[in-house]
């Protein structure tokens, strides 16, 4: 499943000290989630682990979508990429075994594959995101079109029909994250263990730590917690069929469980070698993804997990050794912006200097929304993105892959998408849009019904 924003390498400062459970002030925590759960912004669970032992756990918003709400830490959710994790510690368990090499080119696994260059690829190429395959969750710039249970027959035929379009020149090789790779992984899984991912994953990673709330989807297809989206009041929306993303995308789990698991990941040898630990962590400023870690670089501090994301559920869990301290969220409604949460639980945890956030947001006109509809399109980075109208809310849909977001209005002319950092400023006047993003601001020009035709 496509990750659209990662936490690779955002740089702030220079502090370190000493972290104990006792100096995190949890209150300034709970100031901050109040403050969303309060405007009802927001539904999920976030905990704090040091040592293996929750110093904070707070659920919040759920009371607003379920008749009974559960305990701190207990709730279940689908968390996406995350998933891939799971399934890289499954492969380098091989490799542990001797079964498998990183080495090892995928051709002799899937001999009977139809694509250009893929006798090239190794296990080491996929797990790094290094393979040039493309992302088989999106066809034809729809996302959506793994909504219904679809055969591995025809999965495999989108994947043979995309190939490999990022592969790298000479020796350099091109990163791009797709979860085709982890999908032939989760195969091979399959193959080497002589039976299903879900039978593998519990009997490898969950029965092994005693994750007593993690499953893959396989194993309870019919009792998950739903995403949300807020309209008026938190609505439905319609996910993956996640018995198409199996090993890849599909798992369900706790942010207690997650955290056991990070942390029996780093400090024992229950499921890995330490030498392939070390494997799998990428090199901070020289590499974007590890071989199924990524990390978040705060203040020095390498903190290496995971995200993932689904339509609208989106997740993280992180963990710092030197520290021995774990993050993990699970957000299944998202109004707000869990990367700015992200960032200003870890300055509270370090007594560093955060904002806490702000829903100033407006209703805007159904007249004022109907100037803005339309394609629009900017020379300078050659992309384009449609904005549409509905029940007086503007959408915005990026060209290629990406869902649709519904924008906040903040005055009539000024939107900004809830879990984002990205503000569109309107000049009806001009048929232009300013996208104001942290790193600078563009423009985009709104394009005549034979300009957009030419765009699609």
């Known amino acids: 499943m496509k990750i659209i924003r990662f ?24 100031q901050y989630i109040d403050v969303i759960e309060r405007n009802n912004r927001g539904i999920g669970s976030i905990g704090i682990y040091k040592n293996d032992k929750a110093v904070y756990k707070r659920n919040f918003g759920q009371s607003k979508v379920f008749e009974k709400t559960t305990a701190d830490g207990e709730y279940q959710y689908h968390i996406g990429s995350i998933t891939k994790l799971f399934t890289a510690v499954m492969i380098f368990q091989l490799v542990d075994e001797g079964k498998l090499q990183l080495s090892d080119r995928l051709i002799r696994y899937f001999p009977d594959v139809d694509i250009m260059n893929f006798f090239q690829l190794s296990i080491r190429d996929v797990l790094e995101h290094s ?4 992302d088989f969750t999106c066809r034809n710039d729809d996302p959506y079109w793994l909504g219904t249970k679809t055969d591995d027959e025809t999965i495999m035929q989108e994947i043979e029909s995309q190939g490999i379009p990022h592969y790298g020149t000479g020796k350099k090789k091109t990163f791009f994250y797709s979860s085709t790779g982890y999908y032939f992984l989760a195969k091979l899984v399959e193959q080497k263990r002589k039976m299903s991912y879900n039978e593998a994953v519990k009997k490898y990673i969950i029965n092994k730590i005693k994750l007593n709330n993690t499953y893959s989807y396989d194993e309870n297809p019919n009792d998950n917690l739903k995403s949300y989206q807020l309209f008026d009041h938190w609505q439905p929306i319609d996910e993956f069929d996640f018995s198409n993303v199996i090993g890849v995308g599909d798992m369900v789990s706790t942010t207690d469980d997650l955290a056991k698991f990070i942390y029996t990941l780093f400090r024992t040898n229950k499921l890995i070698f330490p030498e392939s630990l070390s494997k799998m962590m990428p090199t901070v400023h020289k590499e974007k993804f590890g071989r199924g870690l990524m990390y978040y670089l705060d203040h020095k501090k390498a903190f290496y997990g995971h995200t993932g994301g689904t339509f609208g559920t989106f997740s993280a869990v992180y963990y710092n050794d030197s520290d021995k301290l774990a993050i993990v969220y699970a957000i299944n409604g998202a109004g707000f912006s869990y990367y700015q949460m992200f960032e200003s639980i870890l300055s509270i945890i370090y007594h560093r200097k955060y904002q806490l956030p702000e829903f100033k947001t407006v209703v805007p006109q159904k007249e004022d929304l109907d100037k803005y509809v339309g394609t629009y399109y900017s020379s300078e980075f050659d992309v384009h993105v449609d904005f549409t109208q509905k029940n007086n809310r503007l959408f915005l849909k990026p060209a290629g892959c990406y869902p649709i977001t519904v924008l906040d209005a903040y005055d009539n002319r000024t939107f900004k998408s809830a879990e984002g950092s990205v503000t569109y400023e309107f ?9 104001h993003q942290v790193k600078g601001s563009f423009i985009m020009v709104k394009q005549t019904e034979s300009e957009s035709e030419k765009l699609e």
């Open 7 to 30: 936490f690779f390498c955002c740089i702030a400062g220079l502090l370190s000290f000493s972290l104990t459970g006792q100096n995190i002030d949890t209150q300034k925590i709970d």
């Open 131 to 134: 393979s040039g395959l493309d």
């Open 427 to 435: 000049h009806p006047d001009k048929n232009e849009v300013t996208v």
